[in-house]
């Protein structure tokens, strides 16, 4: 799908109405390819992006804390978890804050803002986010499908006992992308026909 700045400019003016900062939420399990997603629509539309790993990063840095040592408090005190997603949520309300918002809850944090946004959900298999990991870094495929299947549960676990949210429900979405055969190019065509509202 090909679209200058310019029209994605007056697209998302007339979308805004001058007034909206949050444009789309992007999210999906990890190895789902939002990531990728994310730098083509920011590549096309000039719009500003913020990810949970950035909000995650910077508070580390904020304590004080390595990356790693932070994460291991973050399974340990689930408050940490809710004071990372006030952060994030809080951007998605601020005035010249960013235009896409990446993170596995930001669609529902969206929903329960009453954010006028398109809301996109990349849907894959654990499977299929088991093969690109394998492709990216290696390993077997049997210990990356395991390790796949064992990180969406645990994050399903923790959402559900943080705010009662059925990752599986995808009730907060105007968009479910199905990505399991499709390439990143393919999905990113799809996301953009939407957001011109084709």
Not at 33 to 39: D, E, I, K
Not at 75 to 89: A, E, G, I, N, Q
Not at 128 to 133: D, L, P, S
């Amino acid at each position: 799908v090909e679209s200058t700045q310019g029209e994605y400019a007056v697209m998302s003016a007339a979308m805004s109405g001058g007034e909206r900062m949050v444009h789309i939420t992007i999210s999906g399990a990890p190895g789902s390819g939002t990531s990728t997603l994310v730098s083509k629509i920011r590549e096309a539309t000039g719009w500003k992006s913020l990810n949970g790993g950035e909000v995650f990063r910077a508070e580390a840095t904020r304590r004080g804390l390595p990356v790693v040592e932070f994460s291991e408090l973050c399974k340990s005190d689930l408050d940490v978890d809710r004071s990372l997603d006030t952060l994030l949520r809080e951007a998605m309300t601020r005035e010249n804050g960013p235009q896409i918002i990446e993170s596995r809850l930001s669609g529902w944090w969206a929903h329960e803002l009453e954010l006028d946004c398109l809301k996109v959900w990349v849907a894959t298999s654990d499977e299929e986010r088991a093969r690109r990991v394998q492709n990216r870094e290696g390993g077997r495929f049997e210990e990356c499908l395991a390790e796949s299947s064992a990180r969406q549960s645990a994050d399903k676990e923790r959402y559900r006992i943080l705010y009662g949210i059925d990752l599986d429900d995808m009730t907060p979405y105007n968009l479910v992308v199905d990505a399991n055969d499709l390439s990143a190019d393919e999905v990113f065509a799809i996301v953009s026909a939407a957001i011109q509202g084709e």
